[in-house]
């Protein structure tokens, strides 16, 4: 089994920063792309940040220049660095895996979310 799990994510303070971690373990063969999501209410979920394997990116227009993607392909784990945070930026976040697991079927898997609060 794969499981993907988000955290770091809370309260901030408009201005202020946050780190999101999502961990992905279990029987993984291999791991492409990684990305980070959001849904606000009553909204579809949309793109924030992926991050491939070979490291390129690609971010959605609203957060160019303040989130910054990474991941660690030894650890298995994707990061969201997000500065600047604006009461916009309040949602849920979700990670996104493109992988292979055990069974050699590609399929792509999501973390359970984590909420973003961005308020004074």
């Known amino acids: 089994q794969v499981q993907v799990v988000e955290s770091g994510g809370g309260l901030v303070q408009p201005g202020g920063s946050l780190r999101l971690s999502c961990a992905t373990s279990?029987?993984?063969?291999?791991?492409?792309?990684m990305g980070w999501y959001r849904q606000f209410p009553k909204k579809e979920r949309e793109l924030v940040a992926v991050?491939?394997?070979?490291?390129?990116?690609n971010y959605a227009d609203s957060v160019k220049g303040r989130f910054t993607i990474s991941r660690d392909n030894a650890k298995n784990t994707v990061y969201l660095q997000m500065n600047s945070l604006k009461p916009e930026d309040t949602a849920v976040y979700y990670c996104?895996?493109?992988?292979?697991?055990?069974?050699?079927?590609?399929?792509?898997?999501w973390g359970q979310g984590t909420q973003v609060t961005v308020s004074s």
């Open positions: 279990g029987s993984i063969f291999r791991i492409y792309k």
């Open positions: 991050i491939n394997r070979n490291g390129s990116t």
């Open positions: 996104n895996a493109d992988l292979i697991p055990s069974d050699y079927v590609r399929r792509n898997y």
